[in-house]
């Protein structure tokens, strides 16, 4: 069913893209838009929380897994990409990185020290359609994109006198069509901002690791899987022109 659903999506994109009147785009106003070559920074996900859920916790003293734990917790995303414009549309690449690096020391008691560190980037390529509209840019399209994440905490704490360590550790790597609809907005015939929003659905696999050192145990899970989701939470881009 999820694959019918992705190829449907899919189709209509094309089918649509397809059937642009030429008659819209002779409305063009060719002061806009008219560039071979576009250059896109940007940033995602601007509303989203930099929330850090832990991997576990403790009740009196014993450890608990908490699994709400998850690396695909959305984060604030710096967005590099480039379009290469034709006569109605363009082919477009981008990449997305991220990374988080918290260390936290408890107040009251200086030996208990966590680390977290994250790291997740993404390439993707695809095709859009746009319409001109003197300084306003309408365009439509789908990329495929390939993911990458990893992530680790660390903890060293001491509960009723017992020194007590521990890490764990998330990998995943995804592949994923997206279709998307975005706008821009020309400041100058060189010079654009805009947004886009986008329906990511993804094949996951990955796996998780776990190491105790405080009762000398590992334990580890294999993660695989689709994954939909409809974003970013915020996107804005400053576009070049060339």
């Given amino acids: 069913m999820k694959c019918i659903y992705y ?3 899919l189709c209509l994109f094309v089918v649509f893209g397809s059937a642009v009147p030429v008659s819209a785009q002779n409305e ?3 002061e806009y838009n008219a560039k071979k070559t576009e250059v896109n920074i940007a940033v995602a996900n601007i509303f989203a929380k930099n929330t850090i859920i832990y991997p576990y916790y403790y009740i009196d003293g014993d450890l608990y897994p908490n699994y709400t734990f998850s690396d695909n917790l959305r984060r604030p995303e710096l967005v590099l990409g480039m379009k290469f414009h034709g006569k109605n549309g363009a082919f477009r690449v981008s990449t997305n ?15 208990d020290k966590f680390t977290y560190t994250s790291f997740s ?10 319409l001109t509209f003197n300084r306003l840019n309408i365009y439509y399209g789908v990329d495929l994109s390939t993911a ?20 764990t550790k998330i990998t995943e790597t995804a592949i994923g069509i997206v279709p998307l609809l975005g706008v821009n907005v020309y400041i100058l015939p060189n010079l654009s901002i805009g947004t886009e929003i986008k329906l990511t659905s993804e094949y996951v696999t990955g796996s998780t690791d776990e190491k105790y050192e405080y009762s000398g145990s590992n334990s580890g899970s294999e993660i695989s899987g689709f994954r939909t989701s409809f974003g970013p939470l915020g996107f804005l881009s400053i576009n070049i022109h060339l």
């Avoid at 990185?97 to 030996?111: C, F, G, I």
């Avoid at 990458?148 to 890490?167: R, V």
């Fill in 97 to 111: 990185l991220n990374y988080n690096s918290v260390n936290e020391n408890d107040k009251n008691n200086s030996s």
């Fill in 7 to 9: 190829c449907l999506t």
């Fill in 148 to 167: 990458y994440s990893k992530a680790s905490y660390n903890a060293e704490s001491t509960n009723y006198g017992t020194w007590q360590k521990s890490e």
């Fill in 121 to 130: 980037t993404k390439i993707s390529i695809g095709y859009e359609w746009h």
């Fill in 28 to 30: 063009t106003n060719n």
